[in-house]
């Protein structure tokens, strides 16, 4: 149990068109989700904390209206770069955490975007 | 401010060794501790999760350990196979559903 669905895997886009990234929890309903950036050959950065039916909380530093985020049910948050440029290019990761106290947090298989 | 510190940054071992790989913590007021696994260009894998109120936590050839006091985690890996070569994380969190603090994490190979 406890499965994070994230696609696509890998997008390839122009500069200036916008991607979206899809965060589905398959088994289990998860009020919270969050967003990651990783550069290569370092830890996870946290971008932004997507809570149901409400604004995300963003980190500082992250641009919000670049970086847009949607938590329209309990099984699917989406990331949309928006303008994408290639200094956007990363991987990006999702993570749910199931609505119980004796879970941690799940992942998504990632999504690698390249910008050119 | 949490800080999270891994040792080493990377290993190299020959199959069979057992091997322990270090986390840190500066702030003991911790919610829980999970360590992770990344494989290259992949998301990560939940290996072991470990509540503030728990000493350790086995799953199969891997034991972790938690000692909240001291701020330090350790993960053991007993009899190490090519298989297990990828990054390890740790991350803790402070309170129930808070977000992750992640280290920098360890890069493992096993070596044939």
């Known amino acids: 149990g406890a499965v994070v669905s994230q696609h696509p895997s890998w997008v390839i886009c122009k500069s200036g068109t916008s991607v979206k990234i899809e965060c589905r929890s398959l088994?289990?309903?998860?009020?919270?989700m969050f967003w990651y950036r990783q550069f290569p050959k370092q830890s996870l950065m946290l971008m932004a904390t997507?809570?149901?039916?409400?604004?995300?909380?963003?980190e500082q530093g992250v641009e919000k209206d670049k970086f847009l985020i949607n938590h329209a049910s309990l099984t699917l948050s989406t990331l949309t770069v928006t303008s994408a440029h290639p200094e956007d290019s990363s991987f990006y990761i999702c993570?749910?955490?199931?609505?119980?106290?004796?879970?941690?947090?799940?992942f998504g298989s990632g999504t690698r975007l390249t910008v050119v | 401010k949490q800080e999270v510190t891994q040792i080493p940054a990377a290993l190299s071992v020959p199959e069979g060794e057992n091997l322990v790989l270090n986390c840190s913590f500066t702030?003991?007021?911790?919610?829980?501790l999970q360590w992770f696994r990344q494989d290259p260009g992949k998301g990560l894998t939940s290996l072991l999760l470990?509540?503030?109120?728990?000493r350790e936590q086995t799953s199969g050839r891997l034991n972790a350990s938690l000692d909240k006091s001291s701020g330090r985690s350790t993960l053991y890996i007993a009899a190490s196979q090519p298989g297990d070569s990828a990054t390890y994380l740790c991350?803790?969190?402070?309170?129930?559903?808070?977000?992750?603090?992640f280290g920098e994490g360890t890069q493992l190979t096993v070596n044939p």
């Open positions: 991350a803790v969190n402070v309170s129930w559903g808070s977000r992750l603090t």
């Open positions: 088994d289990f309903q998860a009020t919270t």
């Open positions: 993570s749910a955490r199931r609505d119980s106290t004796n879970y941690g947090y799940t």
């Open positions: 470990i509540q503030s109120s728990q």
């Open positions: 702030d003991s007021a911790i919610y829980n």
């Open positions: 997507s809570n149901e039916g409400s604004k995300a909380t963003y």
